[in-house]
């Protein structure tokens, strides 16, 4: 499994974008970047994949670099709603691929 | 629906109590899993079904049986635990589509005395 670095933690005011990166640089060519977040309390929930091209849904963006190396999850305007721990998973494509390997994961607070 | 339920919500129980935790998906997924969350940390896997039938053990010790006894229903039996089992024990759902995104459940808190 490629490793991941992500900050421990990060800060941010309600309403303003949040940047949460991850280095993943051992990631091979046919992985995707996952990320899912964990609100307190609760199970973990899917925020967003992709290969090599940037992606958005309704929730986040997605900003990947082009060597692949790391990757952004962007949250446009953050609600209190959104503090929460956000891990980045890089995920295989081969017979394993169902597997989820959580890193620690960045504790996001949201400041009202 | 596309839920993950998980019953008991909070299970408390002796080191020489047998019980069972359940998990129940309505949403056709024919992959379901069981993890583990200490305090503080990331989920770890335990467990993967795929088509009812086991195909991912993470090395996890006997005194944790998995269950799948219909593509709806996944059961973990416990018995014999230490305290240090005590932990969040989360279930999840997916499609057997690669990368597709796994549902997760809120979890059963179990306390081992």
């Known amino acids: 499994d490629a490793k991941t670095t992500q900050p421990n933690s990060m800060e941010s005011n309600e309403e303003e974008p949040v940047h949460l990166p991850c280095n993943h640089s051992?990631?091979?060519?046919?992985?995707?970047i996952h990320w899912y977040r964990q609100l307190p309390s609760q199970g973990p929930e899917y925020v967003i994949h992709g290969l090599t091209s940037n992606v958005n849904n309704r929730m986040a963006s997605l900003a990947i670099a082009e060597d692949r190396k790391s990757s952004t999850l962007i949250l446009h305007r953050a609600t209190l709603r959104d503090a929460a721990v956000y891990y980045c998973?890089?995920?295989?494509?081969?017979?394993?691929?169902?597997?989820?390997?959580f890193g620690k994961g960045t504790l996001l607070t949201v400041n009202p | 629906d596309t839920e993950v339920t998980q019953t008991p919500k909070h299970l408390v129980m002796g080191m020489t109590n047998k019980k069972s935790l359940k998990c129940e998906q309505h949403?056709?997924?024919?992959?379901m899993y069981w993890y583990k969350q200490k305090a503080k940390k990331p989920p770890e896997l335990m467990f993967v079904?795929?088509?009812?039938?086991?195909?991912i053990n993470e090395s996890v010790p006997s005194r944790f049986s998995p269950e799948c006894p219909n593509s709806s229903l996944l059961n973990l039996h416990l018995h014999a635990l230490q305290p240090e089992d005590s932990a969040l024990y989360l279930c999840a759902s997916s499609p057997l589509i690669p990368r597709n995104e796994q549902f997760f459940g809120p979890g059963t808190r179990l306390t081992v005395l």
């Open positions: 079904y795929s088509y009812e039938k086991l195909s």
């Open positions: 949403m056709g997924h024919r992959a």
């Open positions: 998973i890089p995920r295989g494509s081969g017979g394993s691929n169902y597997k989820l390997t």
């Open positions: 051992t990631i091979s060519g046919t992985d995707y």
